[in-house]
Structures are given as structure tokens and as C-alpha cells.
Antibody, heavy 117, light 106 residues
Framework: QVQLVESGGGVVQPGRSLRLSCAASGSTFSDYYMFWLRQAPGKGLEWVAMISSDGHNKDYADSVKGRFTISRDNSRNTLVLEMNSLRAEDTAVYYC??????????WGQGTMVTVSS | EVVMTQSPAILSVSPGERATLSCRASQNINSYLAWYQHKPGQAPRLLIYGAVNRATGIPARFSGSGSGTDFSLTINSLQSEDFAVYFCQQYNNWPRTFGQGTKMEI
């Protein structure tokens, strides 16, 4: 198993930026695809971004494409989500999760992002 | 995308009873379904994958069934620590999608 701990959430004004981090420990971080997912208040979970184990392949939900950037540093066991041009609808708890055979076998506890003026 | 619909939204049960939660997919997802347990302030935990397989360390009182579009999670002999939100996720199609969750309360 791997332990995942997110950080970087907070309150930010619309149009501003925020950087989320996910620190991994306890397993071989570099072997797995990683995801950012989010859950807005009163809504279900949705995937936000995905990155391959080597960092070369990335994909984004349409709702964040062009505004968010996922990256990873396998030497530091860290996953990052750079969020720009934030909107009120980006308000959510953001989770990092490890992909194992297309299901998520490890999650962080989440970090809250609130976009509000 | 595949829409996952869970029912009921809230399930009230008593410790020691059995609970059955449902998850329906808008199209055939074969057996590519996972169930997760989520408690407030904690990381979600994978319970079931492949519709019927318990994840590592999950007690035998948790069981999954179904294939195609209709799936169930059954929890026998409910323990106090089982009261949480449960959600399903399909991974047959991209993007992977989740149900809205069932909150199980005492």
C-alpha cells in the first residue's frame, strides 16, 4: 500500500491560481499512474486529471482542460496539480489517488479548495 | 459517458443487520465495477473490484455481486465502523465515472 497526503488547498478568488501537492510514501510511486479527482459540495466524485507512471502521458477532464496542469516528480514521490483561472465551480475537495488496474486502490484524505470572492 | 446511479441515497439500518446497496450503470460495463467506503475526513477505501472481488484486508462481511448494468454491495452483520458513505465506480469505459453515493446511517 501507499500513503498519500494532499496539501495546498485553501480559499482563493476567482481567476487566481492554486497549487496542490500529493506526497506519496510506502510504495513504489513511480510504477503507477496517478489521478486527481474532486468532489464538489453535494455532488459525486469526478476525475480531474491523469498522469502516466513516467509522466509523459497526461489527460484532463474537459471542465479543466487548458486551465489545470498535472505533473509528477518520481524522485521526490510527489504529484502536483497546478490550477489556474479558477472558477466558482472548481470549489471541491480534491483527492489524489493511485490507479491500479483502473481502480483506485489508494487515496489521500483530500484537500479543500474554495473559489470565492 | 457512463452514468452510474446508486440507490437509495440514504439507508437507515441497525447494527447487526444486513444492508444491500445498489448501483446501476447506464450501459453494459461487464464486471468492471468497484465499490469504495468513505468516512468523513478520511481517505476513501477500496472495498470491492471486478464487481465481486474483495480488496486486500476487507472483511468477509462485505460482498459484491452483479454484472452488466446492475450491481449490489451487501454488508452482513453491520458493525458500528461500517456506517459511512459508499460509492461505486465503473472502469469499463473512459472516462471512469462514479455514482453519487449511498449514505448508510444508524
Amino acid at each position: 500500500q501507499v500513503q498519500l497526503v494532499e496539501s495546498g488547498g485553501g480559499v482563493v478568488q476567482p481567476g487566481r491560481s492554486l497549487r496542490l501537492s500529493c506526497a506519496a510514501s510506502g510504495s513504489t510511486f513511480s510504477d503507477y499512474y496517478m489521478f486527481w479527482l474532486r468532489q464538489a459540495p453535494g455532488k459525486g466524485l469526478e476525475w480531474v486529471a491523469m498522469i502516466s507512471s513516467d509522466g509523459h502521458n497526461k489527460d484532463y477532464a474537459d471542465s479543466v482542460k487548458g486551465r489545470f496542469t498535472i505533473s509528477r516528480d518520481n524522485s521526490r514521490n510527489t504529484l502536483v496539480l497546478e490550477m489556474n483561472s479558477l472558477r466558482a465551480e472548481d470549489t471541491a475537495v480534491y483527492y489524489c489517488a493511485r490507479d491500479r488496474d483502473r481502480r483506485f486502490d489508494s487515496w489521500g484524505q483530500g484537500t479543500m479548495v474554495t473559489v470565492s470572492s | 459517458e457512463v452514468v452510474m446511479t446508486q440507490s437509495p441515497a440514504i439507508l437507515s439500518v441497525s447494527p447487526g443487520e444486513r444492508a444491500t446497496l445498489s448501483c446501476r450503470a447506464s450501459q453494459n460495463i461487464n464486471s468492471y465495477l468497484a465499490w469504495y467506503q468513505h468516512k468523513p475526513g478520511q481517505a476513501p477505501r477500496l472495498l470491492i473490484y471486478g464487481a465481486v472481488n474483495r480488496a486486500t484486508g476487507i472483511p468477509a462481511r462485505f460482498s459484491g455481486s452483479g454484472s452488466g448494468t446492475d450491481f449490489s454491495l451487501t454488508i452482513n452483520s453491520l458493525q458500528s465502523e461500517d456506517f459511512a458513505v459508499y460509492f461505486c465506480q465503473q472502469y469499463n469505459n473512459w472516462p471512469r465515472t462514479f455514482g453519487q453515493g449511498t449514505k448508510m446511517e444508524i
